[in-house]
């Protein structure tokens, strides 16, 4: 099966400054991964996507990172704003599960001024 | 727009009741997913549906019931040999023509025991 973390339950981080969040999976055979993002008493909402014949992939504001050789996955967000508050879920899923997510437990990032 | 629509938003269970909770997509997607929620935690599967007339189980599926009779619509149904249904649950969709593909989430449905 699949098992996924995340590297910390909170991340702080100043307005302007840049956000990474990291993410872990332990699945070689992982084909699929999304970044969600989750305001309170809201769904996840998607934020960008990669497959594994890529390493990397650039959003508006946002880069993610696939580290395949350590399996491993990071969210950097540039110029972090006050409405980037939220918890942000990876989601890992593998050609043998079609369709079916695995979610990290999620890091709660906070934005002060 | 498109997009998922569950209801209600909130709801309540009294001990040995079922409850049903609607989720309603016009995305036209094949796949359809339900997930519970705890605080402080990620996502689990109860039960997932690739196409109508068609669903199978996920990680955590006894106490719980489906049905996929319309493209648009998978309720979940909560049922009182679910010992601890509070939490929160999110509905979700996807595109199955590009094979794995994201899941997009409804708003959820708070569930509490009265």
């Known amino acids: 099966g699949e098992s996924v973390g995340l590297h910390l339950p909170t991340l702080s981080v100043q307005e302007g400054d840049n956000s990474i969040i990291n993410c872990a999976y332990s699945?070689?055979?992982?084909?699929?991964f999304i970044w969600y993002k989750q305001e309170s008493g809201k769904g996840p909402q998607f934020i960008i996507d990669?497959?594994?014949?890529?390493d990397k992939r650039q959003g508006q504001r946002v880069t993610v990172l696939l580290n395949k050789t350590v399996k491993h996955l990071s969210l950097q967000i540039a110029a972090t704003q006050p409405g980037d508050s939220a918890v942000y879920f990876c989601?890992?899923?593998?050609?043998?599960?079609?369709?079916?997510?695995?979610f990290g437990a999620g890091t709660q990032v906070v934005v002060t001024p | 727009d498109g997009g998922i629509t569950q209801s209600p938003k909130y709801l309540f269970r009294k001990e040995g009741q079922n409850v049903t909770l609607s989720c309603e997509q016009n995305?036209?997607?094949?796949?359809m997913y339900w997930y519970r929620q705890d605080p402080g935690q990620g996502l689990r599967l109860i039960y997932y549906?690739?196409?109508?007339?068609?669903?199978q189980k996920g990680d955590i599926a006894e106490g719980y019931s489906v049905s996929r009779e319309k493209k648009e619509s998978f309720p979940l149904t909560v049922t009182s040999a679910q010992k601890n249904p509070t939490a929160f649950y999110l509905c979700?969709?996807?595109?199955?023509?590009?094979?794995?593909?994201?899941?997009?989430f409804g708003d959820g449905t708070r569930l509490s025991i009265l």
């Open positions: 979700a969709s996807s595109n199955r023509d590009r094979g794995l593909d994201a899941q997009h």
């Open positions: 699945n070689s055979a992982s084909d699929y």
């Open positions: 990669i497959r594994s014949n890529m």
């Open positions: 989601a890992v899923a593998g050609t043998d599960s079609w369709g079916k997510l695995q």
């Open positions: 995305l036209n997607h094949d796949a």
């Open positions: 549906s690739q196409i109508v007339n068609d669903f």
